[in-house]
């Protein structure tokens, strides 16, 4: 889970550094569906001003100042959502393990059925 989230955090500091160097459209069209996915705006940066990119990507009615870091929103539903994953595969591998319970009781009980019919060879003494 931590390697998901930092490569997600790793894209997002990617393409917003893209588009407040170059401030190329497809970058920015990526950015503000970021952005309307995750509904955050910007994120803070130590290094500089970024309120130019903020205003060319974030939705409208998006005020950065608000607190919706993206890198914070992106960590938040990361977590939140990876549990639910992990919930899930625990209780994928829960069916899987009782489907191969009962495969190898089904298969013992065909290899040991077919000594059951032998009609006619029984000896007595």
């Known amino acids: 889970s931590l390697q998901v989230e930092d490569s997600m955090m790793d894209v997002y ?7 407040r160097r170059n401030s190329s459209s497809f970058r920015r069209h990526e950015l503000t569906a970021i952005h309307e996915a ?11 001003d970024t309120t130019n990119v903020e205003h060319k990507t974030c939705p409208p009615g998006q005020v950065h ?10 960590q938040d539903f990361l977590k939140k959502h990876m549990d639910f994953v992990f919930s899930l595969l625990g209780i994928a591998i829960g069916f899987t393990v009782y489907g191969m319970i009962l495969t190898s009781f089904l298969w013992f009980s065909i290899q040991f059925s077919s000594n059951l019919y032998r009609k006619g060879k029984y000896i007595l003494r």
């Open 13 to 19: 500091d990617f393409v917003y550094e893209e588009v």
């Open 38 to 48: 995750f509904l955050c705006c910007g994120k803070h940066s130590p290094f500089g």
């Open 65 to 74: 100042d608000e607190g919706q870091d993206c890198l914070r929103e992106i």
